[in-house]
């Protein structure tokens, strides 16, 4: 997060000072910055650099419209995974050439979509998804492009709620299903078998995984003898949540990807969200209350975990930064909570924080992917407004859901 500092002990992101922000619009709301985000993809470009790779952004990660034309306009595609991803993505700006479109249940209309709009590749993760495919193009007389997703049943040091590369994972074919169906994609005479696509999970901090499905892919090509046009490496890049994380060495992988491309002479696709997305963002939020237990202090915010899931729902650290530095301190622990009525309705706990006062302000870091994407209206609570940042300017690229248009019967 180095576009989020410190100056003079005021938390400021780019030129503007979050402080300022906070006191300007309601609380709680997401604030990103355009310099992090634009430094992001820049050093994945640079990492990948000999490969040259199309790069297709995670939607699912982050599908604010604002910020998808930012990524477009940087050169980026769009990896889909719905209906309404793919019409956000169309609308931002990103051309059809460069989308793809991944998920296991793909409904009729979605896939109508997607053939109608003539997107890069749809990757199908079962043979019914192919004969469906198949039967739709060929109503609709048109021939489609298409990736076979690969489930290389690798293990992978992640969360267990988001490994994907698992046998007992839903996604993907196997490595002899995928096998058996290239033979018959041969008789779907309206396919075009474009791709190999692979996805093994998310929060990936080690290369290991990776150089495995290589492996795996390399042999696929070999007994196939289909030399494929694209191979779609999927993302899952981690990034660190904690000081103590090490990244994942990008430079290693790249090589060994540029090794993989000049034997096989395919195009390489990337679809990174959380590497690009996730450190650009912050959670501004207000003290509401704070309330003494028996074992710690509870610091109660305006914001709750129907505004931000991931550590209710994965059990996920971000670090929580005060929006002003002081050097006191609050003796013992404490706790920051959220309003909504679950005990899940947590964020994190500290022992001796930098004391705090009812009405000061707080950030949760490391918010810019799963973060807006994953809120709900629990417990009636409006959507949050989205403001972004670019040197000394900011711009509302989501305003806070109306109350009363929520609660219209």
Do not use: W
Request: charged share 25%; hydrophobic share 35%; glycine share 6%.
């Amino acid at each position: 997060m180095s576009s989020f500092k410190y100056k003079q002990k005021k938390l400021f992101v780019e030129n503007i000072s979050v402080f300022n922000l906070a006191k300007r619009n309601r609380t709680p709301f997401y604030l990103y910055s355009g310099l992090q985000i634009k430094e992001n993809y820049s050093n994945f470009i640079k990492n990948f650099k000999n490969i040259n790779p199309l790069i297709c952004f995670s939607v699912k990660s982050n599908s604010n419209p604002y910020i998808l034309r930012f990524l477009g306009k940087l050169g980026s595609g769009a990896d889909v995974v719905s209906y309404g991803e793919l019409l956000k993505a169309l609308k931002s700006g990103i051309k059809p050439n460069k989308i793809v479109f991944s998920g296991i249940g793909k409904s009729e209309e979605e896939l109508k979509l997607a053939i109608k709009k003539k997107i890069l590749l749809i990757n199908i993760e079962s043979e019914s998804e192919a004969l469906l495919i198949n039967k739709i193009s060929k109503k609709m007389n048109k021939n489609t492009s298409i990736g076979l997703r690969l489930n290389p049943d690798i293990s992978v040091k992640t969360h267990r709620k988001i490994s994907t590369g698992k046998a007992e994972d839903k996604f993907g074919l196997s490595k002899k299903d995928i096998l058996s169906l290239c033979k018959k994609i041969n008789n779907m005479k309206n396919l075009r078998l474009n791709a190999l696509s692979v996805h093994i999970g998310s929060q990936i901090l080690s290369d290991n995984p990776y150089k495995k499905s290589l492996k795996i892919i390399a042999d696929i090509i070999k007994k196939t003898k289909i030399k494929f046009k694209f191979i779609d490496l999927g993302g899952g890049f981690g990034i660190s949540y904690r000081k103590k994380e090490k990244k994942i060495k990008l430079k290693n992988y790249s090589n060994l990807v540029n090794n993989f491309k000049k034997k096989f002479n395919c195009k390489i696709i990337f679809e990174p969200g959380r590497s690009i997305i996730g450190n650009t963002g912050i959670l501004v939020s207000k003290v509401q209350y704070i309330k003494k237990g028996r074992n710690k202090s509870f610091i109660i915010l305006d914001a709750g975990m129907n505004d931000f899931m991931r550590p209710a729902l994965y059990d996920a650290f971000h670090n929580i930064i005060p929006i002003t530095k002081t050097n006191k301190k609050i003796k013992g622990s404490v706790e920051f909570v959220g309003p909504i009525c679950e005990t899940t309705c947590k964020f994190g706990r500290y022992k001796n924080y930098q004391r705090l006062n009812e009405n000061n302000y707080v950030a949760i870091s490391n918010v810019g992917a799963y973060g807006f994407v994953l809120s709900s209206n629990y417990n009636t609570r409006p959507l949050l407004a989205e403001i972004f940042v670019r040197k000394n300017k900011n711009k509302t690229i989501r305003k806070r859901q109306n109350l009363l248009e929520l609660i219209k019967v």
